[in-house]
């Protein structure tokens, strides 16, 4: 049998750090500190394979397992000199979850394990310290009731505090070993009472309820929830580590602490981190104390300090990347009990990769693998406007807990952030918060709690989301019963309520009364413009392009290193007034030179903004799309219509001067309303479609009306001529939408080329370079995408539209079931977020290959939302595509992706080169 | 260079009978009987290959290939001993289409080619008959005007008459040789006014005209839509045939007839056929003059009657087939001018066949290849009720054209046929129909015309189309002007008017006034059994199912051959009155208990309704599909709902109490009105969706409401559990619409079989046999169908769906630019009603292999509207399916045609059997 329970101490361990599949983080951590005889408490790990068969064995660990368990509590038993049990010399334990991936207090843990109405006597005279026993003790078993007996929190919490009233205490310390014996004896009646049975006394009893908990915690709304946002897999499980205890609430001499090797948030090279004497390490993740800056240890205890320097800077290098930490101290001498590859903020994951690069601790490769593309969305993202700073009350300053800007209105709890950010950015603003906020923390726009260090809760989590977060700002009062919060300034109260606008700089730890302006970040600043040369150095020549419909986004993308334009949907300038009277009066025009007359007026505005397009992109080549979107969109909508004619005979004059209003631009007025109505209705009943997704739109359009291709293609061929001549070199594309196969490309490619040719031809520009090519979004196009190739000059992949019809979803509609697709695991992502790559990639991939196969010079991108998305980067760079293109914002994500997928090696980098 | 022009005559032929591809039907039919020495006029044949190269090479021949003609026209002169164009001894030469399929009428023709003022004269001179030379000219001209100077004919026609006016003629054989001069001076000074030129008197330049515009005559309308009708290729190109003039005008010694060596319409062996004294060809065919029938040809001249049968008869046994022949008697001189296969209707095919294989002919193999599977829709059509038709009055009785029941309303054109058969069954009388006619004849459920005979272009076409034809009812008048048609019976007048019911029965002949009741066919019929096994005998395991939701569809079924249900859509069940209710009452269920409340109501009546369907399909399988349409649909529509609404504030008791009957229901009354309709809104609204197709559906409303395929599951096995206690065999499929992918069918066959396993458990019938599979009809599903056949038993394909969104195009919308997709060629078929080979078929092709890769047992068939369209099924066999499912009228055709694929070869076969 695979062997399923890892012993570690005493300067050895069963694995290593490399086993974090079977260990988790935790697990391997320990096993590699101790391999480097580091102070270890020690103890041992069970396998995360073990949380898996648990749930397949009806939730029970099977005999075999638990032998094994038993034969690595007796090593730890040795190697302690201590049983677990024995009212002698009682050995206590702790049992902590520990997954994979960090996750960070989504799973449950159990102090002082081995504790019960012996026992902890034992401890009181052994400690010389009952208070310190009896606190042990009833953390004991409000931990183990919460998480195993799953008694509610506030039944403890109902209990002490009614002790600290009697007791007239005011903070916890001021109880004493009578009081906290009281308060353990409420607590026993309580578990009685809950469970009908007694506290568990037997210590084998207390760590298998223990270890079973644990496993359970994998499969809390929490947890589940954390890995549905962080994509982690629900079939990896947690490891189960136990692991003798040490404290760090034995009295002056003792202290607990978390630490960074450097500033998780900027990426500065800092000993960093946070420390509370006389404290169990909960204290300070919890952030119900505000802990000691890790500095200040010097003071307390410098051998201790210097110690812990050597250690972690020791693991940094063992490990060539950031460790996050977590140490004990007990009576003055120093335990390590965690150390992990750190997150950090992306900024931070920028400096420290570029920084390390420097330090000769990693090369240029591992440094452009180090960052996950998407942690650079928080370094494109804008920064409070410091103009708009001054200009607002500075209401309190925190610690810079996660950076960026965050403007919103102000909740304060997690179901009203829910509940209220689709109507506006929301901050959500607590003491702390706790693991069950998260729901509310990732709609969030920024976090501001009022406690907590930077290693609280709050921080950790907002970091990992790239949530800018303001933390421990101590001034400020959360009255999260009456949805208010309030701070002293200069003597004076001020005090915003909910719905109130706040403004966080999460880099620098201000809040400010008031909704501040913000500024677009800059992608070409120093370190983060070295890290991006690495990465394109690494993407060699496949090419990252923007989405683009106007000048000033395309200005923008040329800033976040776009090389072109992947797509320029043509309609979104029809909308715009001015134009949308053309577009309706073409649309409602009976004959074909009518509708050339409309789109005659039209002509000149598309090929000024054409002209920008290629201005901006000057030697970078402009994909064009021609119309796309079915006709009926540019009209009322026909239930609208049909209401409003229903109500038309019962109309006084005021309703019907509201209706000629309305419909003024198709010729109403309070005389002729039935009439202009009626029309307009019967126009709108004739293109109204069952499934316009699937209708009378893309290609087809210009089928039926050669004459919009026609406009269209003199726009952008006069614009081409027009900035030609300024001197701007111009590499036009023109792509034909949601073709099914060759002959609709044929038909429309031939109005392009023949507009084209007699353009070019006038203007004296018959060598002017220009491509034609398709989208390949129907299924059809891309099973029979042999063919198109023979005419197409390229293919641009529309994800979004081949994602609905290959899966048959639409994407409007099936928010309807998403959620029942998602709890039921038939769906791993939202597959218009990440490419579906098992089905559509299939179709993708198949389309390359067949493109490729007759025209081998085709030139293949990618135009849907998947192409600013790292994973489907990476799936895109693998099939053998030239390009991706995405949103400007997304630009460098892309390139940071498609660098990393180019370093992971890729088998069709021959096609693509071809 | 390629041969282009083909000699033949004096027994011999550069071509054969085999070349039809190069020479037409026409061409290769006369090469043959040159070949066989039988008397047929000399001339050449210009390829098909030329007419492709005249519209390449810009409506021009080569000079090579009319070089190349000038050659064979040389041949011709001194086969025939005279010379085109010479005054002395003029050679006259027919010019005449003819394509690889017989597209009768529906090109032109040119006689007498070769007339000039100057050769007439020697024509009447030899002749000895100035009369027929001078007619002959003026019919040249006629038809030269018309065809290749494309001069209307009414402007012919009106010299013509004018001068039939001013002779004081009747008809048109009391012209005198002098009043033709004058309407041949008349017609060439037309000609003079309309092209500027004099009528071209050079015989060379006339024939190089006649022998373009032929190739021109390719692309008239009517050739274009009768191509699309029968599915021709446009690129196949006509031949053209010019051929040294035979005059069956010459007068009373001469004749010309047309005839089948079989009865093309019933299939009796009967000589059959038509003849008229001193006419020429066209003169029979376009039904101005009723000919007399073939048998009086054997008083008027025997030894020409008996060369003909005998000749006739050669033929026959030469093609193997029913001869449908041209000839020619000049001067009692007999001529053959054409054979080739003759058209016949279904009934006719079958029959023709049937006897062959007993006169050894043919053997049993080619028998079943000799019928076209669409046409045995003819013999399972309905047939008049003779019970009706002694009650309605006969109107007249004419030749049996075209067999089969019609019952409509009249229409007297065709443009009217075509405005009117969507709303109402049409059936077209007309004097005689011509080409032009075309279109309104397609749409017609009947034809009746006033004259003309079973050759007439009426009697050739509908058999052609299958369309019943009653022709040459001559006591019928017919007034297109007045739009009514009457007769004279027993001295009274009956006169019918547009819109007024007629019912034909096209196997006697009789039309009758009045509405008729028709009757089912009976597939079990004599010589269609025999067929039918045959075809049976061939098809081996390959299956037909029926899909068919009810009981009575289900013993249809059975009767036409069905071995099984192939699609029963559930959902049918739910529309019915006293069900839908229900149905509304769960779909408005605010929770899981109220609508399993309401569906507990609806088991019953499902479990009743698959009862009968596995009594009636005893020992043959029954496939279920779970619930498939969106759940809106079941729910009055939003666009109402919203009316209804803005109105309720205007409306008046009446109107309440309308509304309130509307709503019943939903618990409306005239009090709550705003209330319920809201309330009813507000659940439409959330069930509203802007792609229904790609929506909430399928097996995503079974993962959504589990209880629903719960329902359903047990409404099924408890039905399995009751009729087989009967000892009925039953095979029950139960189906999953729509999944993408296995996890969406894991989900749902879980339940069907945990229901299933209860059920039959229950019942003590745990050996009971049954599947759970799954629908294709979404791209993604047949991308991952090897994954998906891991756990489905058995794949049915949704043709309609897998075709919608393969090729992105909604069922329901697509008419908008469907006529533009065929126009421009872009769909070679409407792909809903012949599957799409080149994209979704590879699709298939592909999910056929990836599901037998995983489960080489898997039971794949279709269910799509494919299923019976005979190209599609002989699809499905080659890639492999087991079996196809259509609807009960069309199993026979699909029996058919999948005999005729397992004939034609089968690569899959090793797959299917495996």
Redesign the interface.
């Known amino acids: 049998m695979k062997k399923q329970v890892y012993s570690f101490g005493n300067g050895t361990a069963d694995g290593d750090g490399k086993m974090k599949d079977t260990l988790g983080g935790k697990g391997a951590g320990l096993a590699e500190m101790c391999r480097a005889k580091l102070p270890v408490p020690p103890g041992f790990t069970i396998s995360t394979d073990v949380c898996n068969v648990y749930f397949q064995n009806n939730y029970a660990v099977p005999a075999g397992i638990h032998n094994e368990m038993i034969g690595a509590l007796k090593t730890l038993e040795e190697r302690m000199g201590q049983k677990l049990g024995d009212v002698n010399d009682p050995l206590l334990v702790s049992v902590r979850s520990g997954a994979k991936f960090s996750m960070p207090g989504m799973m449950d843990t159990i102090l002082n394990l081995g504790l019960n109405d012996q026992t902890v006597k034992t401890l009181a005279t052994r400690s010389n310290n009952p208070r310190f026993a009896y606190d042990c003790y009833r953390r004991f078993i409000q931990m183990y009731g919460n998480v195993v007996l799953e008694i509610g929190k506030h039944d403890f919490d109902a209990i002490f505090e009614g002790q600290k009233k009697k007791a007239k205490a005011k903070l916890d310390t001021e109880l004493t070993a009578a009081d906290l014996e009281q308060v353990i004896a409420g607590y026993q009646s309580l578990v009685q009472k809950k469970t009908g049975k007694a506290f568990p006394q037997d210590a084998m009893e207390q760590l298998q309820g223990a270890r079973d908990a644990v496993f359970r915690s994998w499969f809390t709304d929490r947890a589940i929830h954390y890995r549905k946002m962080n994509q982690i897999s629900d079939s990896l499980g947690t490891a189960v580590n136990v692991q003798a205890m040490v404290f760090g609430n034995l009295g002056e001499t003792s202290a607990t602490g978390v630490g960074f090797t450097r500033n998780p948030a900027t990426g500065e090279k800092a000993f960093y981190g946070e420390f509370l004497e006389n404290a169990q390490g909960e204290d300070v993740v919890s952030g119900v104390r505000t802990p000691h800056p890790i500095s200040e240890l010097k003071t307390w205890n410098e051998a201790v300090y210097n110690q812990l320097r050597e250690i972690t800077t020791m693991l940094e290098k063992h490990y060539r990347d950031i460790q996050d930490f977590e140490f004990t101290i007990q009576d003055g001498k120093l335990y390590m009990l965690q150390t992990r590859n750190g997150k950090r903020t992306g900024p931070a994951a920028v400096r420290i990769a570029v920084e390390m690069v420097g330090e000769g601790l990693i090369d240029k490769r591992e440094a452009v693998l180090r960052v996950d593309p998407q942690q650079l969305d928080q370094l494109l993202h804008p920064v409070l406007d410091p103009k708009s700073k001054k200009t607002l009350t500075l209401l309190a300053k925190g610690l810079p807990a996660s950076p960026g800007a965050a403007v919103g209105t102000i909740v304060f709890t997690a179901n009203d952030a829910v509940e209220k950010f689709k109507s506006a950015p929301v901050i959500l603003v607590r003491k702390e918060t706790v693991p069950d906020d998260i729901h509310g923390m990732e709609v969030a726009k920024g976090i501001l709690t009022a406690r907590g260090g930077m290693t609280s809760h709050a921080a950790v989590v907002c970091r990992g989301m790239g949530t800018p977060c303001v933390a421990g700002a101590e001034t400020v009062t959360v009255d999260e019963h009456k949805k208010e919060v309030s701070v002293s300034i200069n003597g004076k109260t001020v005090t915003l309520k909910e719905g109130d606008w706040l403004s966080l700089d999460g880099s620098t730890g201000e809040a400010f009364a008031g909704q501040a302006n913000t500024l677009d970040a800059d992608p070409a600043s120093g370190v983060l413009a070295s890290f991006m040369g690495w990465a394109d150095e690494f993407r060699g020549s496949f090419g990252v392009r923007a989405n683009a419909d106007i000048p000033r986004d395309a200005i923008a993308a040329r800033k976040f290193g776009a090389e072109g334009i992947g797509l320029c949907r043509t309609e979104h300038m029809f909308f715009a007034e001015g134009r949308i009277e053309h577009m309706q009066a073409m649309i409602l025009a009976r004959d074909e030179k009518s509708r050339r007359k409309a789109l005659q007026r039209l002509l000149p505005m598309q090929r000024k903004d054409f002209a920008g397009l290629f201005q901006a992109m000057d030697g970078f080549p402009v994909v064009i799309r021609t119309l796309d979107p079915p006709l009926h969109e540019f009209l009322p909508k026909?239930?609208d219509l049909?209401?409003d004619i229903?109500?038309l005979?019962?109309a006084d004059l005021k309703k019907k001067k509201a209706f000629a209003a309305t419909y003024q631009k198709f010729g109403a007025e309070v005389k002729n309303l039935k009439t202009v109505l009626s029309a307009l209705l019967k126009r709108v009943e004739e293109?109204h479609?069952?499934?316009?997704?699937?209708?009378?739109r893309g290609c087809?359009l210009g089928?039926?009306y050669p004459e919009i291709t026609e406009m269209q293609a003199r726009a952008i061929f006069e614009a081409v001529v027009l900035v030609a001549r300024k001197g701007v070199k111009v590499i036009p594309e023109v792509m034909i939408p949601?073709i099914?196969?060759v002959?609709?490309f044929v038909?429309q490619k031939e109005i392009v080329v023949r507009v084209a040719e007699e353009v070019l031809a006038a203007a004296g520009m018959k060598d002017q370079h220009y491509l034609v090519g398709t989208m390949i979004?129907?299924?059809?196009a891309a099973?029979?995408a042999d063919s198109v190739a023979t005419e197409a000059q390229f293919f641009s992949f529309g994800t979004n539209?081949l994602t609905?019809?290959?899966?048959?979803?639409?994407r409007?509609?099936?928010t309807?079931?998403q959620q029942?697709?998602q709890d039921?695991?038939?769906f791993a992502n939202d597959p218009f977020a990440v490419l579906?790559q098992?089905?559509?990639g299939?179709?993708v991939k198949m389309a390359v290959d067949l493109g490729r196969k007759t025209n081998p010079k085709l030139e293949i991108g990618i135009c849907g939302e998947h192409g600013g998305e790292p994973n489907s980067v990476q799936f895109c760079y693998r099939v053998g595509m030239n390009y991706v293109s995405c949103s400007p914002y997304r630009v460098p994500i892309a390139r940071l992706a498609a660098a990393q997928a180019a370093i992971s090696g890729d088998k069709s980098e021959t096609m693509r080169t071809a």
Request: glycine letters at 8%; zero cysteines; proline letters at 5%.
């Open positions: 026909r239930e049909m209401v229903a109500v005979p019962y293109l479609e069952f499934n316009p997704m699937l209708g009378h087809r089928i039926t949601l099914g196969g002959k609709e038909n979004e129907i299924p059809r099973l029979t539209d609905q019809t290959t899966m048959g979803l639409s409007d509609d099936y309807k079931f029942d697709y039921r695991k038939i579906d098992e089905g559509v299939k179709l």
